[in-house]
Nanobody
Framework: QMQLVESGGGLVQAGGSLRLSCAAS????????INWFRQAPGKEREFVAG????????VYADSVTGRFTISRDNAKKVAYLQMNSLKPEDTAVYYC????????????WGQGTQVTVSS
């Protein structure tokens, strides 16, 4: 069984940047797609970004395209979400998921990390 731990969240002003990390233990990360999702208060969890097991394919939600970048380091068993030009509407709990496909919600979840963007 794989365990995922997110980190890197925090409070930042609009226009600022944060880099989230998703560290895996218990199993190799290299055979799984990694997806980031987020959930704002009162809203459903939504897809943010995904990267294939090899890193060759990356997909993004329209709302973050051009501002967020997903990456991974399979040797270190870590995935990242670089978030630039943050907006107040990016405020949410961010979760990483390791699973069989891009945009999929199956597989293992982390506990989430809070991102708060002040205006």
């Amino acid at each position: 069984q794989m365990q995922l731990v997110e980190s890197g969240g925090g409070l930042v002003q609009a226009g600022g940047s944060l880099r989230l990390s998703c560290a895996a233990s218990g199993r190799t990360l290299s055979t799984y797609a990694i997806n980031w999702f987020r959930q704002a208060p009162g809203k459903e969890r939504e897809f943010v970004a995904g990267i294939s097991w090899s890193g060759s394919t990356k997909v993004y939600a329209d709302s973050v395209t051009g501002r967020f970048t997903i990456s991974r380091d399979n040797a270190k068993k870590v995935a990242y979400l670089q978030m630039n030009s943050l907006k107040p509407e990016d405020t949410a709990v961010y979760y990483c998921n390791a699973g069989p496909a891009l945009r999929a919600t199956g597989g293992s979840w982390g506990q989430g990390t809070q991102v708060t963007v002040s205006s």
